[in-house]
Protein backbone atom coordinates (compact mmCIF):
# COMPACT_ATOMS: atom_id res chain seq x y z
CA UNK A 1 0.00 0.00 0.00
CA UNK A 2 1.33 3.58 -1.09
CA UNK A 3 1.84 5.45 1.77
CA UNK A 4 2.83 8.89 -0.08
CA UNK A 5 6.24 8.65 1.76
CA UNK A 6 9.29 8.75 -0.40
CA UNK A 7 12.04 6.62 -0.36
CA UNK A 8 13.91 7.67 2.95
CA UNK A 9 11.19 9.35 4.79
CA UNK A 10 9.72 8.73 7.87
CA UNK A 11 6.04 8.61 9.27
CA UNK A 12 5.02 12.07 10.40
CA UNK A 13 4.69 10.77 14.14
CA UNK A 14 7.98 8.96 13.63
CA UNK A 15 9.23 12.39 12.43
CA UNK A 16 8.22 14.48 15.28
CA UNK A 17 9.57 12.04 17.38
CA UNK A 18 12.94 12.04 16.28
CA UNK A 19 12.54 16.09 15.88
CA UNK A 20 11.61 16.36 19.59
CA UNK A 21 14.57 13.91 21.14
CA UNK A 22 17.13 16.42 18.34
CA UNK A 23 15.97 19.18 19.60
CA UNK A 24 16.13 18.37 23.76
CA UNK A 25 19.53 16.70 22.41
CA UNK A 26 20.83 19.87 21.22
CA UNK A 27 19.32 22.84 23.64
CA UNK A 28 21.45 20.18 26.59
CA UNK A 29 24.21 20.73 24.62
CA UNK A 30 23.77 24.34 24.38
CA UNK A 31 23.38 24.57 28.01
CA UNK A 32 26.58 22.49 28.19
CA UNK A 33 28.47 24.61 25.93
CA UNK A 34 27.28 27.82 27.79
CA UNK A 35 28.21 26.80 31.48
CA UNK A 36 31.88 25.78 29.72
CA UNK A 37 32.31 28.94 28.43
CA UNK A 38 30.69 31.30 31.49
CA UNK A 39 33.95 28.80 33.31
CA UNK A 40 36.53 29.54 31.17
CA UNK A 41 36.66 25.84 30.32
CA UNK A 42 37.48 23.64 27.34
CA UNK A 43 34.66 22.87 24.94
CA UNK A 44 34.87 19.14 25.54
CA UNK A 45 35.51 19.11 29.42
CA UNK A 46 32.61 17.36 30.00
CA UNK A 47 30.43 14.17 29.20
CA UNK A 48 26.93 14.04 28.72
CA UNK A 49 25.47 10.90 30.55
CA UNK A 50 22.00 10.45 29.30
CA UNK A 51 20.05 8.80 32.27
CA UNK A 52 17.95 6.31 30.77
CA UNK A 53 16.18 4.69 33.81
CA UNK A 54 12.11 3.89 33.76
CA UNK A 55 12.57 4.97 29.79
CA UNK A 56 12.40 1.99 27.15
CA UNK A 57 14.98 0.87 24.85
CA UNK A 58 13.38 2.29 21.67
CA UNK A 59 13.85 5.60 23.31
CA UNK A 60 17.35 5.01 24.05
CA UNK A 61 17.58 3.45 20.25
CA UNK A 62 16.27 7.15 19.19
CA UNK A 63 18.91 9.06 21.37
CA UNK A 64 21.49 7.26 20.27
CA UNK A 65 20.70 8.17 16.61
CA UNK A 66 20.79 11.19 17.42
CA UNK A 67 24.60 10.58 18.75
CA UNK A 68 24.57 10.00 21.92
CA UNK A 69 26.74 7.01 23.39
CA UNK A 70 26.95 6.75 27.10
CA UNK A 71 23.53 6.27 28.87
CA UNK A 72 23.26 5.38 32.73
CA UNK A 73 21.03 3.22 34.43
CA UNK A 74 20.01 3.29 38.27
CA UNK A 75 17.69 -0.71 38.13
CA UNK A 76 20.39 -3.95 36.83
CA UNK A 77 17.23 -5.98 35.61
CA UNK A 78 15.75 -3.18 33.42
CA UNK A 79 19.41 -2.13 32.01
CA UNK A 80 19.94 -5.40 30.98
CA UNK A 81 17.14 -6.11 29.35
CA UNK A 82 17.71 -2.77 27.67
CA UNK A 83 21.22 -3.70 26.63
CA UNK A 84 20.52 -6.93 25.24
CA UNK A 85 17.74 -5.04 22.82
CA UNK A 86 20.87 -2.55 21.98
CA UNK A 87 23.45 -4.84 21.37
CA UNK A 88 23.95 -4.03 17.90
CA UNK A 89 24.60 -0.51 18.87
CA UNK A 90 28.12 0.96 20.12
CA UNK A 91 26.95 2.23 23.59
CA UNK A 92 28.88 2.84 26.81
CA UNK A 93 26.67 1.84 29.88
CA UNK A 94 26.85 3.26 33.42
CA UNK A 95 25.92 1.73 36.38
CA UNK A 96 24.51 4.62 38.90
CA UNK A 97 22.18 3.65 41.21
CA UNK A 98 22.05 1.92 44.91
CA UNK A 99 24.65 -1.29 44.46
CA UNK A 100 22.66 -4.43 46.31
CA UNK A 101 25.84 -6.80 47.04
CA UNK A 102 23.17 -9.88 45.29
CA UNK A 103 23.57 -7.65 41.80
CA UNK A 104 27.55 -6.60 41.85
CA UNK A 105 28.41 -9.56 39.40
CA UNK A 106 25.63 -8.27 36.76
CA UNK A 107 27.04 -4.85 37.04
CA UNK A 108 30.71 -5.99 36.91
CA UNK A 109 30.12 -8.10 33.88
CA UNK A 110 27.38 -5.70 32.09
CA UNK A 111 28.79 -2.27 32.62
CA UNK A 112 31.75 0.09 31.47
CA UNK A 113 31.51 2.15 34.30
CA UNK A 114 29.95 2.20 38.20
CA UNK A 115 29.21 5.70 39.83
CA UNK A 116 27.68 4.84 43.42
CA UNK A 117 30.19 3.03 45.11
CA UNK A 118 30.06 3.45 49.23
CA UNK A 119 31.14 0.63 50.64
CA UNK A 120 34.33 -1.62 50.66
CA UNK A 121 32.12 -4.84 50.74
CA UNK A 122 30.42 -3.69 47.12
CA UNK A 123 33.52 -2.79 45.79
CA UNK A 124 35.61 -5.78 46.65
CA UNK A 125 32.61 -8.07 45.32
CA UNK A 126 32.77 -6.02 42.21
CA UNK A 127 36.60 -6.02 41.77
CA UNK A 128 36.43 -9.89 42.31
CA UNK A 129 33.55 -11.10 39.70
CA UNK A 130 35.01 -8.32 37.05
CA UNK A 131 35.67 -10.96 34.06
CA UNK A 132 39.30 -10.88 33.83
CA UNK A 133 39.06 -10.35 29.89
CA UNK A 134 37.27 -6.91 30.02
CA UNK A 135 39.13 -3.72 31.21
CA UNK A 136 39.28 -2.30 34.92
CA UNK A 137 35.64 -1.31 35.83
CA UNK A 138 35.98 2.68 35.90
CA UNK A 139 34.28 3.93 39.32
CA UNK A 140 33.63 6.95 41.23
CA UNK A 141 32.84 6.99 44.98
CA UNK A 142 29.26 8.34 45.81
CA UNK A 143 29.92 11.16 48.36
CA UNK A 144 26.90 12.05 50.71
CA UNK A 145 27.15 15.73 50.70
CA UNK A 146 23.74 16.48 51.89
CA UNK A 147 23.93 15.02 55.39
CA UNK A 148 20.95 13.25 55.45
CA UNK A 149 21.08 9.44 56.70
CA UNK A 150 18.94 7.45 54.38
CA UNK A 151 21.18 8.80 51.15
CA UNK A 152 23.92 7.13 49.85
CA UNK A 153 27.06 8.00 49.99
CA UNK A 154 30.14 8.15 52.30
CA UNK A 155 30.24 11.05 54.50
CA UNK A 156 33.53 13.23 53.92
CA UNK A 157 35.60 11.94 57.02
CA UNK A 158 35.34 8.15 55.67
CA UNK A 159 36.49 9.03 52.37
CA UNK A 160 40.05 8.32 52.45
CA UNK A 161 39.77 5.25 54.18
CA UNK A 162 37.59 4.12 51.35
CA UNK A 163 39.98 5.59 48.49
CA UNK A 164 42.61 3.41 50.10
CA UNK A 165 40.67 0.30 49.91
CA UNK A 166 39.54 0.73 46.24
CA UNK A 167 43.31 1.61 45.02
CA UNK A 168 44.18 -2.17 46.58
CA UNK A 169 41.40 -3.80 44.06
CA UNK A 170 42.86 -4.69 40.67
CA UNK A 171 39.60 -4.96 38.86
CA UNK A 172 38.50 -1.41 39.30
CA UNK A 173 40.27 1.87 38.55
CA UNK A 174 39.47 4.45 41.10
CA UNK A 175 38.19 8.01 38.59
CA UNK A 176 37.22 10.20 41.20
CA UNK A 177 34.10 11.07 42.81
CA UNK A 178 29.99 11.03 42.24
CA UNK A 179 27.61 13.13 44.15
CA UNK A 180 23.74 14.38 44.31
CA UNK A 181 23.34 17.40 46.79
CA UNK A 182 19.71 18.16 48.10
CA UNK A 183 17.78 20.02 45.78
CA UNK A 184 18.15 23.20 45.34
CA UNK A 185 16.58 26.31 43.42
CA UNK A 186 19.48 28.80 44.05
CA UNK A 187 22.80 28.92 42.42
CA UNK A 188 24.90 29.60 45.06
CA UNK A 189 23.63 26.64 46.80
CA UNK A 190 23.43 24.46 44.13
CA UNK A 191 27.64 25.94 43.77
CA UNK A 192 28.38 25.58 47.49
CA UNK A 193 27.09 22.00 47.42
CA UNK A 194 28.90 20.78 43.98
CA UNK A 195 32.46 22.88 45.76
CA UNK A 196 32.47 20.64 48.41
CA UNK A 197 32.78 17.59 46.02
CA UNK A 198 35.63 19.57 44.50
CA UNK A 199 37.41 20.07 47.14
CA UNK A 200 36.76 16.45 48.60
CA UNK A 201 38.53 14.68 44.95
CA UNK A 202 41.38 18.03 45.19
CA UNK A 203 42.10 16.29 48.91
CA UNK A 204 42.90 12.66 47.42
CA UNK A 205 44.91 14.21 44.54
CA UNK A 206 46.95 16.13 47.04
CA UNK A 207 47.34 12.46 48.65
CA UNK A 208 48.58 10.83 45.40
CA UNK A 209 45.41 9.91 43.89
CA UNK A 210 45.57 10.52 39.47
CA UNK A 211 42.22 11.31 39.77
CA UNK A 212 40.41 13.13 37.01
CA UNK A 213 36.61 12.81 37.17
CA UNK A 214 33.45 14.13 38.94
CA UNK A 215 30.18 12.93 38.06
CA UNK A 216 27.59 16.03 39.48
CA UNK A 217 25.10 17.83 37.97
CA UNK A 218 21.66 16.85 36.51
CA UNK A 219 19.04 18.49 34.46
CA UNK A 220 18.00 21.19 37.18
CA UNK A 221 21.72 22.15 38.06
CA UNK A 222 24.10 21.57 35.39
CA UNK A 223 25.23 24.83 35.13
CA UNK A 224 26.50 25.39 38.56
CA UNK A 225 28.11 21.68 38.69
CA UNK A 226 30.08 22.68 35.17
CA UNK A 227 30.76 25.80 37.23
CA UNK A 228 32.45 24.06 40.06
CA UNK A 229 34.29 21.51 37.50
CA UNK A 230 31.87 18.79 37.16
CA UNK A 231 33.21 16.17 34.01
CA UNK A 232 30.49 13.90 33.86
CA UNK A 233 26.70 15.46 33.71
CA UNK A 234 24.21 12.79 34.41
CA UNK A 235 21.01 14.31 32.34
CA UNK A 236 17.39 12.37 31.89
CA UNK A 237 14.55 14.24 31.71
CA UNK A 238 15.70 17.22 29.71
CA UNK A 239 16.72 15.09 27.44
CA UNK A 240 13.88 12.00 27.24
CA UNK A 241 11.20 14.11 28.51
CA UNK A 242 9.31 13.83 31.77
CA UNK A 243 9.86 10.40 33.20
CA UNK A 244 7.59 7.87 34.49
CA UNK A 245 7.73 6.46 37.81
CA UNK A 246 9.79 3.49 38.51
CA UNK A 247 7.34 0.82 38.99
Known amino acids: MDNGLK ?7 VAAAHEAFVRRLHGVQARIAQALADAGREATAVQLLAVSKTFNAAAVRELAGCGQRA ?10 DKQQALCDLPLEWHFIGPIQSNKTRAIA ?17 LS ?17 VSGEATKGGVAIAELPALADALS ?7 RGLMAIPAPATDPAIQRAAFRQVRTALESLIA ?6 TLSMGMSADLEAAILEGATIVRVGTALFGERNTHE
Open 71 to 80: FGENYVQEAL
Open 207 to 212: RGYALD
Open 109 to 125: ENFSWVHSIDRQKVAER
Open 168 to 174: MLPGLQL
Open 7 to 13: TGELEPD
Open 128 to 144: AQRPAHLPPLQVCIELN
